[in-house]
C-alpha cells in the first residue's frame, strides 16, 4: 500500500475518491482500502461524505462540504436529462451529503423538469442551478421558450393561461399524449415544500408548507419558464408517499386520486356558477377519486353545486367526489342538491 500522503495526493488530484476507486490505482483490496481511509479521516486529513456505497472521501476545506452551488447554462441540442443529472451528481460534491429519501426526491423532480424544458419548452437554451446549505435544497430550471401556461392553452384550446393553470393542477394533462402522462408537475409540486412556475405574467405558487396555493402576478413578464423547486435539507419525505397518496388502491400503482382547489375558479366573481362548475371538473373523468377543497371559497351558487353534485355525479357515477373545507353556506348549497 502507497503511504498516506499518496493517497492524499491522489485525492487531491481526484477531488474525491472512493474506495474502489482508491483499491482499483493502487492494486490493493477494498477492505484494507477503506480502512486506510478511515484511518484519514480519524487523522482529519480527509472527510467522509455518504453513505453505503455512495461514499465518497474529499479534502476538508475546499468546498467539500455539505454546503454548495453549481450551475449551467445548456444548449437543448441532444440533450438527456439523466446526462445532465449524472454530470452535475459528478461535480457537485454536496450532492454526496444528500440523504436518500432526499437523493430520490431531487433525481425524480429535476429530472422531471429539465425533461420539460427539453422536450415541451422549444427553448435554445436551458439554465439550471442546483444550491445546497444547512436548511435548504433548492434548484431551477429555467427556459426561454413558449411558456408551461401558454403552451397548455394553445395546444388545449382554453382562453386563458389561468384556465391551463387550472388543468395543470389537477394532473394528468398533457399536450403531448402519445409520449406523456402529465404527471411531472403534479407530483413535483407535491413533493416539494416550495414549487414555483414563473411564465409570461403569472407567478404559480404551490407552497406545501403553508398548504395553500397562490397565484399571483408576475412583473416583469419572463419569456418562457421559470421552475423553482426547495426541500428542506433536513426533509424526512418519501417519493412513494407521494404517489401513494394520488392512488385508490395502495398496492397497485396508477395516478387515479387528484384534489383540486374551488378557489382558483372563484376569482374575481361573486357569482360562482354552473359554466365555473363545468371548468372545475373538465378532466376529472380521468380519475377515480376527487377531493374537491372549498377552503377560501366563500359562497356558491345553486346551479354550481347541481352541475357536481348531480349532473356529473349521474354521468360518472363511479368517480367519488368528496367534498373538504366547506363553510357553513358552501356545506347548505350542497347539501339541498336533489343527487337522485
Ligand atoms: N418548460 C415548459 N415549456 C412549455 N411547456 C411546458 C413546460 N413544462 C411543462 N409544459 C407543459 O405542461 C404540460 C404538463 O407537464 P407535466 O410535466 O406535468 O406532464 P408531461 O410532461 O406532459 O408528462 P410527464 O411529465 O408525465 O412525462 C406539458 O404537457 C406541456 O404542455
Ligand atoms: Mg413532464
Redesign the pocket.
Known sequence: MPAKALIIAFAFRRKKIKSGELAAKFGVSRQYASRVLRELVAAGKLVKIGTTNATVYVLPGLGNTAEGRIEKRLSNKNLKEHEVFEDIASKATFMFSLSENLRSIFTYAFS??L???I?????KNIQIDVEKNDQTLAFH?N?F????F???MR?RRLRSEVEAIQD?LK?K????PK????????F?SKIADVFTLE?HRHRLVIDNILEDIFLEELKPAKK??K?TFRIAAASEKHLNDIFRKYQTDPTEYGFDKTEVQVKLYTMGTIHISRSQARRVLAGLEKFKSVILDFDHVPTVGQAFADEIFRVFKHRYPAIDIQPINMNEGVRFMVERVDKE
Open positions: 422531471e423538469m425533461n420539460n424544458a422536450e415541451h419548452s422549444g427553448s430550471v427556459d421558450g413558449v411558456g408551461v401558454r403552451n397548455i395546444k395543470l394532473g394533462t398533457t399536450t403531448q409520449a406523456h402522462s402529465g404527471e411531472g408537475i403534479f413535483t411564465s418562457g419558464t421552475v
